[in-house]
């Protein structure tokens, strides 16, 4: 499984941005796509993740402001992301989970960096 996300940069708080991830490979029978964050100094967090069957989790701190979403066509997930703070800065992870039946398997995308600065 093979994740390319894009679509971080420079944004004024208050301001949006939409990251992208594109998923390719043995994707068959990946249960979880999401969204995690690392910020400088501070452990990986969960941010966004969406289900197969379509039910979604936020971190309490994006709850309202924050959107997951997926276009099965091109097999891609959005994180559509407003009213940005400087605490949304950040490393962005796209990831991909396979659930199994004794252990969980993860793919990691590349970081997509996301600042939000005035």
């Known amino acids: 499984v093979q994740l390319q996300a894009c679509g971080g940069g420079l944004v004024q708080p208050g301001g949006s941005l939409r990251l992208s991830c594109a998923a390719s490979?043995?994707?068959?029978?990946?249960?979880?796509m999401g969204w995690y964050r690392q910020a400088p100094g501070k452990q990986r967090e969960l941010v966004a993740v969406?289900?197969?069957?379509?039910?979604?989790n936020y971190a309490d701190s994006v709850k309202g402001r924050f959107t997951i979403s997926r276009d099965n066509t091109k097999n891609t997930v959005y994180l559509q992301m407003n009213s940005l703070k400087p605490e949304d800065t950040a490393d962005y992870y796209c990831?991909?989970?396979?659930?199994?039946?004794?252990?969980?398997?993860?793919?990691w995308g590349k970081g997509t960096e996301v600042t939000v600065s005035s």
């Open positions: 490979g043995a994707i068959f029978d990946i249960n979880v």
């Open positions: 990831n991909a989970r396979r659930i199994g039946a004794y252990n969980n398997i993860h793919y």
């Open positions: 969406l289900t197969r069957g379509g039910d979604t």
